[in-house]
């Protein structure tokens, strides 16, 4: 993985080059983690003008689920506690003789900013701006292996749950319970916090799970994930709680699924992220919900759980091959409930089979 990391570091310093600068400090962990292997709590990467190094306030911990610092670079260990890596890293370039840096704006607080000024008030600081996200938008088969991965581990932890007694249990036990599952079959943990939502909670994005029991006839809806060596999937499902599903509940459904089909279909490379979500979001329009829905059919996932690209109406730009995204479009009828369905997926040309599903618990509607 050593020239992997390399690789993605030298790319990374064209474009600084490109853009005038010649060193960068990167400070977001994720980008942290995806330049250098690891990203111990607070550490910063420094791309310098001899020599890389990963400052950190205390050396890393030997954890394969946080990762491990790429073995070709320097790891810097600051010699007082409570000191900032930021800072230290600025320190350690003018030291070098630097006299450019290019932070990244979007992360750093202002009294960080500031510390960096005092230490080097010489140093002229430019903007990296979102370059090592645009890095990470097209994965690595290594990458993609761990996505799958974590794919899997969610599909069990979620197969395991829908076999259980679930009438009268709470919200908040079933997430504790799918939470667990996960670690159980070996993922670092949730890629974020689990969502299980019944009867009028259910098909709303993001609902935190409350101590409402689960009773015969609800729809039960589900959003969880896996986090694996670092990169997080999703999936979401819904389904009938003991007894046949009734009539509106049979066409919600039928509904959300087509639109998350059309939004499944259209992942393609070239494709338009906006055209994506059109081709979900119509179906939802036409059938009289256009009221309420979310801002996106769907987002990138990596070492985040969101990113790049936004699959959203007024989203710019256009899928590249081996960009993992999510297609979860939903309906919630206030007072009722609703429906979600979410899948991770890899885009891949028509030639190679098309959209590698990564999530395949089935989307039929289960009566449980």
Excluded at 96 to 105: K, N, P, R, T, Y
Aim: net charge negative; charged share 25%.
């Amino acid at each position: 993985m050593s020239e992997v990391y390399a690789s993605r570091r030298t790319r990374l310093r064209e474009r600084c080059n490109a853009s005038g600068s010649a060193t960068a400090l990167i400070s977001r962990p994720a980008n942290v983690r995806y330049l250098a292997g690891a990203a111990p709590a607070g550490a910063v990467l420094l791309l310098g003008r001899r020599e890389d190094l990963l400052v950190c306030t205390d050396p890393p911990e030997d954890r394969p689920s946080e990762g491990r610092p790429d073995e070709a670079l320097r790891v810097h260990c600051l010699r007082r506690s409570g000191g900032d890596p930021a800072v230290a890293a600025a320190d350690l370039l003018v030291a070098e003789g630097g006299d450019s840096l290019a932070v990244e704006e979007h992360h750093l607080t202002v009294a960080r900013h500031r510390e960096l000024r005092a230490v080097a008030p010489r140093l002229r600081l430019a903007d990296v701006g979102g370059a090592v996200e645009q890095l990470r938008v097209v994965k690595d088969e290594e990458e993609i292996s761990c996505l799958r991965i974590g794919a899997e581990i969610a599909d069990q932890a979620l197969g395991e749950l829908l076999e259980s007694i679930l009438v009268g249990r709470t919200e908040r036990h079933l997430a504790l319970e799918l939470e667990r599952r996960l670690v159980d079959h070996g993922a670092d943990g949730p890629a974020f916090a689990t969502s299980v939502a019944t009867g009028p909670n259910s098909g709303r994005r993001g609902h935190r799970p409350t101590d409402r029991r689960v009773e015969e006839g609800d729809f039960l809806s589900v959003c969880l994930g896996a986090s694996y060596r670092g990169y997080r999937c999703e999936i979401g499902r819904t389904f009938v709680i003991g007894t046949s599903p009734a009539d509106w509940q049979i066409e919600l459904y039928d509904l959300v699924f087509a639109a998350q089909r059309a939004g499944r279909e259209a992942l393609a490379p070239g494709a338009a992220f906006r055209d994506v979500d059109r081709a979900a979001r119509h179906i939802l329009d036409s059938a009289g919900h256009s009221e309420g829905l979310p801002a996106l059919t769907g987002h990138g996932v990596g070492l985040e759980i969101e990113e790049d690209p936004q699959l959203s109406p007024a989203a710019m730009g256009k899928l590249d091959a081996c960009v993992p995204v999510t297609v979860e479009p939903g309906v919630h009828l206030p007072g009722r409930g609703g429906v979600r369905i979410d899948d991770t997926l890899v885009v891949r040309p028509e030639a190679d089979g098309g959209p590698e599903l990564l999530t395949i618990t089935t989307k039929e509607l289960l009566a449980l």
